[in-house]
């Protein structure tokens, strides 16, 4: 039985990857200092092949016995958590994931990172292909995080070209579904909400930015086959359906039936115009290519927020 160590594996991408890994028959080591992640992800998990252990991996990991895999998930990943905690997003993209690499060294198991369409910043090249190199501002204020990643692909490289490590490199487009919290600024698990409601939905700018959002499900099918697959260089994975940012909150006002206006709120400082993913790689070398619909998605998640309102209390915690 393969053993499998998710670092950020109670956080939304996290606990799906491992729950995903379970089902194939992986030992799962879910690691989490819950800064942004929760118990609340995992806790219905409840077979033998699962532990969790609380940890900072920005600190020496250790771990007992053979890993067959270390798939590097943890950091702040929206823009409103990297904001308030600019230092650990730093930390945990550098130190992190040097620790991760370590470890995965040590044990000569194959590693993951997960990085992010961020590190192609505002992009001057449309779609974002990988050999795009980007347009990061490194002393905005998403350079804690853009900065982050682009470091923690740099060192990857190194260990793989240097120490010979299985690394791959997946770039994470916008992405949603189930267990985002509805209190980390993003758009969708902001909307929801907002919606279910009756209230205003805050569109930020006059809306006109555009997105392209994959639903979880497809991502993490796309992540397993990037893991399994002997390819070391980044690999784009998200949904190229492209929409504007009103339209993605029209869109959650017709599939909720709610009677909520829009309202335009100040544009975040250095919030990229535009971001969709050019997947010709992950097609041809995963044979992959997302199949959940932006309905069927929306529908999914707006089920999941609807039942922890009437199960946890609020959609908003
Ligand atoms: N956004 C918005 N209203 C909100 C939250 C976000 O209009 O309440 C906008 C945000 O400015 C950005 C887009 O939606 O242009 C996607 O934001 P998100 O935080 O979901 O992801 P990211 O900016 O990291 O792609």
Redesign the pocket.
């Given at each position: 039985m393969p053993r499998s160590l998710v670092t950020g594996g109670a956080g939304f991408l996290g606990s799906h990857i491992c729950e995903y890994l379970l089902k194939k028959g992986h030992e799962v080591i879910c690691m989490d200092n819950l800064s942004t992640g929760s118990i609340a992800n995992i806790e219905h998990v409840h077979v033998e092949q699962f532990k969790f252990i609380k940890h900072d991996v920005t600190e020496y990991i250790y771990v007992d016995g053979p890993i067959d895999y270390v798939l590097h998930f943890a950091s702040p990943a929206?823009?409103k958590d990297y904001l308030q905690m600019p230092i650990q997003t730093l930390k945990v993209g550098a130190l992190g994931t040097h620790k991760a690499l370590g470890l995965a060294k040590e044990k000569k198991a194959t590693f993951l990172l997960a990085s992010t369409s961020?590190v192609y910043g505002d992009p001057l090249e449309h779609p974002q292909r990988e050999d795009y190199w980007g347009n990061v501002n490194p002393v905005g204020p998403r350079g804690v995080y853009d900065e982050a990643k682009r470091f923690a692909e740099a060192l990857t490289m190194a260990y793989h070209r240097y120490h010979g490590v299985n690394t791959k490199i997946v770039r994470i487009f916008?992405t949603y579904g189930p267990r985002m919290r509805p209190k980390d600024?993003?758009?969708?698990p902001?909307?929801i909400p907002q919606a279910l409601r009756d209230e205003p939905l805050?569109?930020?700018?006059d809306?006109s930015?555009t997105?392209s959002f994959c639903y979880v499900d497809d991502l993490i099918e796309g992540i397993y086959r990037l893991l399994v697959s002997d390819y070391h260089e980044p690999v784009n994975l998200g949904n190229p359906h492209e929409m504007t940012?009103k339209e993605m909150a029209e869109m959650v006002i017709k599939v909720t039936g709610s009677k909520s206006p829009i309202i335009y709120?100040p544009?975040?400082v250095d919030?990229?115009q535009i971001?969709q993913p050019d997947i010709s790689l992950a097609k041809q070398l995963l044979d992959w290519q997302p199949r959940v619909n932006l309905e069927e998605g929306l529908t999914g998640t707006i089920a999941w927020f609807k039942q922890r309102g009437t199960t946890a209390g609020a959609y908003y915690e």
């Open positions: 929206s823009p961020e916008n600024g993003r758009a969708i902001t909307f805050t569109v930020f700018g809306g930015q997105r940012i709120k544009l975040p919030d990229p971001r």
